[in-house]
């Protein structure tokens, strides 16, 4: 039965068992799930679904601990809410991406508080979920994800690697250089630069981006896109004096082959 007024729309009745390491038959679980949110219910819910769904789960309930928590493990994602006691998600979030771990973030926010998702995407989360959500809307964002950065642990090719000026994008270990210095990049910034590059010299729209990139429709209301290629613009910086990555108006985003000419397109 759906419960709409809760932050999580769940079908079925929570068991007594918490949080698991393992999938079902108690087989390894390969994609692993730190949740961070003080609602100790919606967290046994929310882990209760997602172990049904192959994953395996922890939870903490306090920011301090999610940042001790993922000092000392590796973890495929994680959940985090913005609201938390003593500091906000935003804070941790911060906090985190400060130490260098990129480990996607799925972000928690109020429903219709889009000043959160903006500030949330602006400081490193990977993607964004209003509550109350829906079981699969969650899971089909989480695999959507980790379709992403799964990518990394891929075997070496020693092909795909990408030229386009003095940016150069290595698919092999999703690393990404200019002017042959490191550019450090969250999943989602390098996939969707990745995107840009292979289609470097065309305009790409927000529908492509938002459906290859994301992994779901685009939606005109979801500033989602708009926002990574910004911070994936000032990560990059300008060449030439001109933005590396134009905005098209009405049509898209293009990674320019001839900075000057793509300019006379944007005028």
């Known amino acids: 039965m759906q419960t709409p007024e809760t932050p999580l729309q769940y079908a079925g009745a929570a068991r007594e068992n918490k949080y698991s390491e393992a999938q079902?038959?108690?087989?390894?679980?390969?994609?692993?799930?730190l949740i961070i949110d003080d609602d100790v219910e919606l967290c046994d819910l929310i882990a209760?679904?997602?172990?049904?769904e192959g994953f395996g789960?922890?939870?903490?309930?306090?920011?301090?601990?999610?940042?001790?928590?993922?000092?000392?493990?590796?973890?495929?994602?994680?959940?985090?809410d913005v609201m938390l006691p003593k500091f906000n998600g935003f804070e941790l979030l911060r906090r985190l991406r400060s130490t260098g771990n990129n480990v996607p973030v799925l972000l928690l926010t109020a429903r219709g508080e889009e000043v959160d998702r903006i500030v949330g995407l602006e400081i490193g989360a990977d993607d964004y979920l209003a509550k109350p959500f829906n079981t699969r809307e969650l899971t089909a964002r989480l695999r959507a994800i980790l379709r992403r950065t799964g990518q990394a642990a891929a075997p070496p090719s020693t092909s795909g690697a990408l030229h386009v000026g003095d940016v150069e994008l290595n698919p092999s270990n999703r690393t990404v250089k200019r002017e042959g210095k490191v550019v450090d990049?969250?999943?989602?910034?390098?996939?969707?630069l990745r995107e840009l590059m292979r289609n470097a010299g065309q305009v790409v729209s927000r529908e492509d981006l938002s459906s290859n990139v994301l992994g779901r429709p685009f939606s005109?209301?979801?500033?989602s896109i708009d926002m990574?290629?910004?911070?994936?613009?000032?990560k990059l910086g300008e060449r030439n004096g001109e933005d590396s990555i134009r905005t098209i108006r009405n049509a898209g985003y293009l990674f320019p082959l001839d900075l000057e000419a793509?300019?006379?397109q944007s005028s």
């Open 24 to 33: 079902p038959g108690g087989s390894t679980a390969l994609d692993r799930v």
């Open 48 to 52: 209760e679904f997602l172990k049904e």
């Open 57 to 80: 789960v922890q939870a903490v309930h306090d920011p301090e601990s999610g940042l001790a928590r993922l000092s000392a493990e590796n973890f495929s994602i994680v959940i985090l």
């Open 185 to 192: 990049l969250t999943s989602v910034e390098f996939d969707l």
């Open 220 to 223: 005109p209301f979801d500033r």
């Open 228 to 234: 990574h290629v910004s911070k994936l613009r000032r």
């Open 262 to 264: 793509s300019a006379e």
